[in-house]
């Protein structure tokens, strides 16, 4: 059989099965879970992979899954990923009433599509033929989200980061893998389309605390210390930053309030924040970060208040590995008509940032939605498009780096030069989690 017999057949075969990779994605998208909480999709995708005949495990990181060919040959090998949570966005139509959560950023295509790919592969008995082994993983908790959950989670050895791949990345999941690939869902308007080599912004993440101290707040105002006035004064101080941010970096900084007091009557003593400072580069977050700090504390400090600012490590800037991106472009060309677009920025963050800073990865974004991510206007504009179209491409992507004894895929990992090893990479986020206490009577 030659290559392109091989696609041909996988390609057919993802087209027969399209019907029960739509009802998985349907599936999904019905039941939208959040990170370390994705129970049943983790149950459904075990459950389809196992009876496809794979080698399955399960809750590799809290939840998940990885399965493996029965059938392999000595090379490289290649991770097809999907990533299993929703976002919370209770404004969405979809949403769960009870946790506002929705896949409003795609992940139930993602991971219908990386089915296709094993279904495809399967189906087409094209494992014998390719030079190497290929991983299909679901991954956990790609949204940086639910804070206090993940913080009980590491509290109780759970886990030890709060994003899925680190998590997998620190357990040891990927330390076989050579390649990894993935797509993720864009509104590209109608028709297959994508784009192809986008970067994106990494980020640290920030939990702040600022206690002052209750007093009436009609009667002794003058008694108490303001904790809401700290934390307002601190996004100004955060907006005077901003000019001093250097485009190149691609800075954003975004806080909000999640506890503006207790009640009306009494001066806040308790008030609460998030925030994230995204970067392009390792370098820009890390500055961004430092002034961002130096913000927060002047605001507490301004008013006498006490703050504690715990800074977590989020994700590292996106990168791309230009072969990969290539090979993808000529598997994806007879789909789209041309309709392709090369070298995005997004400031947006993706664990697969963190992964792409180890190993080649490949993450194109793909069309068949509508709206924009993680608003109450995104939906599945045509199903055929969101999965069947991405499940195509990476498969024959996938074929061409393991077809001829894995020529391509081989060339490909010996000319990479990874920026951090993964000791380095650990290392930065050991170095990046700190708390920071700062006391209103400090001057």
Known sequence: ????????????????????????????????????????????????????????????AVTGVIARSLTS????????????????????????????????????????????????????????FLGGSVNFMAVPAEEFVEMDFRARLKKEGKI????????????????TTDIAMMIHALDLGPGPAAVIGATGNGFIGKEIRFIGKEAHAGAAPHEGVNALNAAMLTMNNIHAQRETFQDEDHIR?????????????????????????????????????????????????????????????????????????????????????????????????????DLAHLIPCLHPFTGGVSGNIHTRNFTVADKETAILFPAKALAGTLIDLLWDDAKKGKTIIEGFSPRLTKTQYLAFLERTWETRKIHGDAL
């Open 1 to 60: 059989m030659t290559r392109d017999q091989m696609k041909k057949a996988v390609f057919e075969a993802i087209d027969a099965e399209k019907e029960t990779l739509f009802a998985l994605g349907e599936a999904l998208y019905t039941h939208p879970e959040l990170g370390y909480r994705e129970h049943f999709g983790t149950q459904t995708v075990a459950q389809l992979l196992t009876e496809l005949g794979f080698q399955v495990e399960q809750n590799i």
């Open 73 to 128: 040959r000595p090379g490289p090998t290649v991770s097809v990923l999907g990533e299993l949570d929703a976002i919370v966005c209770p404004d969405h139509p979809d949403a769960d009433p009870q946790t506002g959560a929705v896949h409003a950023c795609g992940h139930h295509l993602q991971i219908a599509a990386m089915v296709g790919i094993a279904l495809g592969l399967q189906r087409a008995n094209a494992f014998p």
């Open 160 to 175: 030890t980061w709060y994003g899925g791949k680190q998590e997998m990345i620190q357990k040891g999941l990927f330390d």
């Open 253 to 353: 900084v975004h806080p909000i309030l999640t506890k503006g007091g207790d009640i009306v009557n009494v001066v806040p003593a308790d008030v609460r924040m998030e925030s994230h400072v995204r970067g392009r580069t390792l370098h820009g977050m890390q500055d961004a970060s430092k002034k961002v700090d130096r913000a927060i504390a002047a605001g507490a400090m301004a008013v006498g208040a006490s703050v504690t600012i715990e800074n977590l490590p989020g994700y590292l800037p996106l990168l791309t590995t230009p072969e990969l991106d290539t090979l993808f472009k000529e598997n994806a060309r007879p789909f789209c008509e041309n309709r392709l677009i090369e070298g995005a920025e997004f400031a947006g963050s993706f664990d697969m940032g």
